[in-house]
C-alpha cells in the first residue's frame, strides 16, 4: 500500500459505524467479526437483540412485518451506540438491514455508516442455510428475504461484494470497499478464514 493510501481502519474511523448487510446466510456474522477484529473495532450482532416474539415467527416459518422490525432496529442501534461509547472506537454491526429504510433508521439513531452487502447466488446461499444448525431462521424465509432486499443505492456509502469466493476473499474485498487492500488477510493471527463455513 502507498505512501497516504487510505486504511480500512481510518475510513471506518470516520463512518464511526460499518454495516454487514445481506440475507440470511450470506455470511454476515462472520465477515463482521473478522472485519472488527481486523480494524480494531467493536462487534454488535444484529440477531441477538430481536425479542422472543420475533423468534417465535420466524422459527415458525412466519416473515416479519415491518412493525416487528422497527424495535429490533431501534434496539440494534442502541447497542451499536453503548459499544462504540464504551469501546471509543468503531463499532461492526452484522444485520440483515434488507430495506433501504431498515438502514434509514440506523443511520439517523447513529449517523453516517458504510455498508457492506454480501451478495450472492441464491444456490450458494440455499446450499449454506441447508448446512447450518442451532438458528432460529428457517430455509423456508428466504424466499421472503430475497423478495424484499434492496442493495445499497448509489447515495448510501459502500457496495456490494460476491460472496463467491473464500472467507479470505471476501474479507479482502471487505477491506478494500471500506478503504485499503490487503494482501496478508490471516497473517497476524485472525481467526482461520479458510474453513468454508461462512453462515451467518
Not at 39 to 61: C, Q, T, V
Not at 100 to 106: A, G, M, N, Q
Not at 111 to 133: D, K, Y
Not at 172 to 184: E, T, V, Y
Request: charged fraction near 25%; include cysteine; hydrophobic fraction near 40%.
Amino acid at each position: 500500500m502507498g505512501e497516504g493510501a487510505p486504511n480500512a481502519a481510518d475510513a471506518a474511523e470516520k463512518a464511526s459505524y460499518v454495516l454487514v448487510m445481506g440475507v440470511s446466510g450470506a455470511g454476515k456474522s462472520t465477515i463482521g467479526k473478522a472485519l472488527a477484529d481486523r480494524i480494531g473495532a467493536g462487534f454488535i450482532e444484529a440477531d441477538d437483540y430481536h425479542p422472543a416474539e420475533n423468534i417465535r415467527r420466524m422459527s415458525k416459518g412466519e416473515p416479519l412485518s415491518d412493525m416487528h422490525r422497527w424495535p429490533w432496529l431501534q434496539a440494534v442501534a442502541e447497542a451499536a451506540c453503548r459499544e462504540r461509547q464504551r469501546r471509543g472506537r468503531p463499532v461492526v454491526i452484522a444485520c440483515s438491514a434488507l430495506k433501504r429504510s431498515y438502514r434509514d433508521v440506523l443511520r439517523e439513531a447513529l449517523g453516517p455508516m458504510s455498508i457492506v452487502h454480501l451478495s450472492g447466488s441464491v444456490e450458494t446461499i440455499r446450499a449454506r442455510l441447508e448446512g447450518r444448525r442451532g438458528h432460529f431462521m428457517p430455509i423456508e424465509l428466504l424466499g421472503s428475504q430475497l423478495a424484499i432486499l434492496q442493495p445499497p443505492a448509489e447515495d448510501e456509502a459502500g457496495g456490494s461484494l460476491s460472496i463467491d469466493d473464500s472467507e479470505a476473499g471476501v474479507l479482502s474485498k471487505a477491506l478494500r470497499l471500506l478503504g485499503a487492500g490487503h494482501d496478508d488477510i490471516g497473517a497476524r493471527g485472525e481467526p482461520d478464514l479458510a474453513r468454508g463455513d461462512l453462515h451467518e
